[in-house]
């Protein structure tokens, strides 16, 4: 039986004006029931029916003893926490500073409390050997004379029967043009993690090394059939290294790029055109002398994904991975290169995938899975193994560059758009900065692709004032 609106408006009229406004809500469900009791009647039935709810919520938690602990109890399973952890604390002092004891050294009671607390010496123990461990993978280790002899022997012999071979590069094979690697001991984050400031000097300046120059000689001799490069700095292409052979996973700090002509229109300068990209800011500040978009770097910045063809060459990467019979890793951690599993064939039988040989200092989490591992400088290796292959590498010639052939001029009105060095075919005073008024660069240039992604995580320590 539906309820009568004008029935409800009397009842609630008959209330008194103290009665909650919930109260009017029961009186309302009274009336659509249709009750048959006169209207004071009903108002006094609604009204004992809100009693009833709201006394029966009041009592809940006191009928299931849920009740809320009071603020001296609180306090006490405060009180309680902290005396834990002191105790805590207390205990984790005393076992290490029985542990740091020769055995000799220890007394009947460090004995006794050593037994009395085995779970804290258990633990104490198992952090050392982490802390070992770590401290061990970021030592670098050096092979002595004959065994890298050896090595390199071998590698020569694999280089000499693999089919198709693919070198993957990091930045161990920069650090001889004065590129700073990133993980090493006096690499860019090992400075900043032990609180150290770190300078970085116009990249620009670098010029390719005897690895860079040894890896064209090998291309060119169809001895390497593609280059995977984590590098940025853009020393691949100006060795020579043709770039349909070369994937620059990264970026390269010399090339800008419109996305929004089809396809990608690039832009390849004699400059480093990062001085103002950032972590998902890429816009340059200069302009597409065909359709006037904004033009952007072409960095990828830890934590973004490289959607661009070129300079990446994703698709040649993972061709070459998919045919490759052997790979060699030049001057890499791999804590970034072993995350692309279509890079390691990973979809293969271990039997099956290729062989890997290694070339770094330090610890790698594929050391596990190569052939071979040589503990050596990037250019120490590669002038043995040229050696070993009878391959005479020419040596790198500034005029010679392929980027002057490569690079593209900057409108008018832009030539101040930037304020690093321009690289010019002949060394000296004439390699200057562009501006309206040019001032002396100090050692240290900020801004760019450089070191980009190392403060996620770290927090800036609050000066008082």
Same mark, same amino acid.
């Given at each position: 039986?539906?309820?009568?609106?004008?029935?409800?408006?009397?009842v609630?009229?008959?209330?008194p004006?103290?009665?909650?406004?919930?109260?009017?809500?029961?009186?309302?469900?009274?009336?659509?029931?249709?009750?048959?009791?006169?209207?004071?009647?009903?108002?006094?039935?609604?009204?004992?029916?809100?009693?009833?709810?709201?006394?029966?919520?009041?009592?809940?938690?006191s009928?299931?003893g849920?009740?809320?602990?009071?603020?001296?109890?609180?306090?006490a399973?405060?009180?309680?926490?902290?005396?834990?952890?002191?105790?805590?604390?207390?205990?984790?002092?005393?076992?290490?500073?029985?542990?740091?004891?020769?055995?000799?050294?220890?007394?009947?009671?460090?004995? #006794? @409390?050593?037994?009395?607390h085995?779970?804290?010496? &258990?633990? +104490?123990?198992?952090?050392? %050997?982490?802390?070992? =461990?770590?401290?061990?993978?970021?030592?670098?280790?050096f092979?002595?004379?004959?065994?890298?002899?050896?090595?390199?022997?071998?590698?020569a012999?694999?280089?000499?029967?693999?089919?198709?071979?693919?070198?993957?590069?990091?930045?161990?094979?920069?650090?001889?043009?004065?590129?700073?690697?990133?993980?090493?001991?006096?690499?860019?984050?090992?400075?900043?993690?032990?609180?150290?400031?770190?300078?970085?000097?116009?990249?620009?300046? #670098? @010029?390719?090394t005897?690895?860079?120059?040894?890896? &064209?000689? +090998?291309?060119?001799?169809? %001895?390497?059939?593609? =280059?995977?490069?984590?590098?940025c700095?853009?020393?691949?292409?100006?060795?020579?290294?043709?770039r349909?052979?070369?994937?620059?996973?990264?970026?390269?700090?010399?090339?800008?790029?419109?996305?929004?002509?089809?396809?990608?229109?690039?832009?390849?300068?004699?400059?480093?055109?990062?001085?103002?990209?950032?972590?998902?800011?890429?816009?340059t500040?200069?302009?597409?002398?065909?359709c006037?978009?904004?033009l952007?770097?072409?960095?990828?910045?830890?934590?973004?994904?490289?959607?661009?063809?070129?300079? +990446?060459?994703?698709?040649?990467?993972?061709?070459?991975?998919?045919?490759?019979d052997?790979?060699?890793?030049?001057?890499?951690?791999?804590?970034?290169?072993?995350?692309?599993?279509?890079?390691?064939?990973?979809?293969?039988?271990?039997?099956?995938?290729?062989?890997?040989?290694?070339?770094?200092?330090?610890?790698?989490?594929?050391?596990?899975?190569?052939?071979?591992?040589?503990?050596?400088?990037?250019?120490?290796?590669?002038?043995?193994?040229?050696?070993?292959?009878?391959?005479?590498?020419?040596?790198?010639?500034?005029?010679?560059?392929?980027i002057?052939? +490569?690079?593209?001029?900057?409108?008018p009105?832009?030539?101040?758009s930037?304020?690093?060095?321009?690289?010019s075919?002949?060394a000296?005073?004439?390699?200057?900065?562009?501006?309206?008024?040019?001032?002396p660069?100090?050692?240290?240039?900020?801004?760019?692709?450089?070191?980009r992604?190392?403060?996620?995580g770290?927090?800036?320590?609050?000066?008082?004032?």
């Amino acid at each position: 039986m539906n309820g009568d609106p004008a029935m409800s408006l009397h009842v609630r009229r008959a209330l008194p004006p103290s009665l909650p406004e919930t109260a009017d809500v029961a009186v309302r469900i009274s009336a659509s029931q249709g009750y048959e009791q006169s209207s004071l009647g009903r108002a006094a039935a609604a009204w004992a029916q809100f009693q009833v709810h709201i006394s029966g919520r009041m009592e809940a938690p006191s009928a299931t003893g849920c009740t809320a602990p009071s603020r001296a109890e609180r306090k006490a399973q405060e009180r309680a926490q902290i005396l834990q952890r002191e105790n805590r604390r207390k205990t984790l002092k005393l076992v290490a500073r029985i542990l740091k004891k020769s055995e000799r050294e220890r007394t009947a009671e460090d004995v #006794a @409390e050593l037994r009395r607390h085995e779970d804290t010496v &258990r633990e +104490l123990c198992t952090r050392q %050997l982490r802390r070992s =461990v770590l401290k061990r993978k970021h030592e670098e280790v050096f092979d002595n004379v004959e065994d890298l002899r050896r090595k390199v022997s071998q590698l020569a012999e694999a280089i000499r029967g693999a089919r198709h071979l693919v070198v993957y590069t990091g930045a161990g094979i920069s650090t001889a043009a004065s590129i700073p690697d990133y993980r090493g001991p006096n690499g860019l984050w090992t400075q900043l993690q032990k609180g150290r400031s770190v300078s970085t000097s116009d990249l620009s300046e #670098a @010029e390719p090394t005897l690895t860079h120059m040894s890896i &064209r000689m +090998l291309h060119k001799e169809k %001895l390497v059939q593609h =280059v995977v490069s984590q590098n940025c700095d853009g020393l691949h292409v100006r060795s020579g290294l043709p770039r349909s052979a070369l994937s620059e996973l990264h970026g390269n700090m010399f090339i800008e790029v419109c996305t929004l002509c089809s396809p990608a229109r690039e832009y390849v300068r004699l400059f480093d055109v990062t001085e103002r990209t950032a972590l998902r800011k890429h816009g340059t500040g200069r302009r597409c002398v065909h359709c006037g978009a904004e033009l952007r770097d072409t960095i990828v910045h830890f934590g973004e994904r490289g959607t661009l063809e070129q300079p +990446l060459n994703w698709k040649g990467a993972i061709e070459a991975a998919a045919k490759a019979d052997a790979i060699l890793c030049l001057g890499s951690s791999l804590k970034v290169l072993k995350k692309y599993a279509c890079l390691w064939c990973m979809n293969r039988p271990a039997d099956k995938r290729p062989k890997l040989y290694i070339v770094n200092l330090q610890w790698t989490p594929k050391d596990d899975l190569a052939t071979l591992k040589i503990h050596a400088k990037c250019d120490d290796v590669m002038r043995l193994l040229m050696e070993e292959l009878d391959i005479q590498v020419s040596s790198y010639v500034k005029a010679e560059d392929p980027i002057f052939n +490569l690079a593209t001029p900057l409108r008018p009105g832009e030539e101040n758009s930037h304020t690093r060095k321009v690289i010019s075919p002949s060394a000296g005073p004439e390699d200057c900065v562009s501006g309206v008024n040019e001032k002396p660069l100090s050692t240290a240039v900020k801004g760019g692709w450089f070191g980009r992604g190392y403060s996620k995580g770290r927090r800036k320590k609050k000066t008082s004032t």
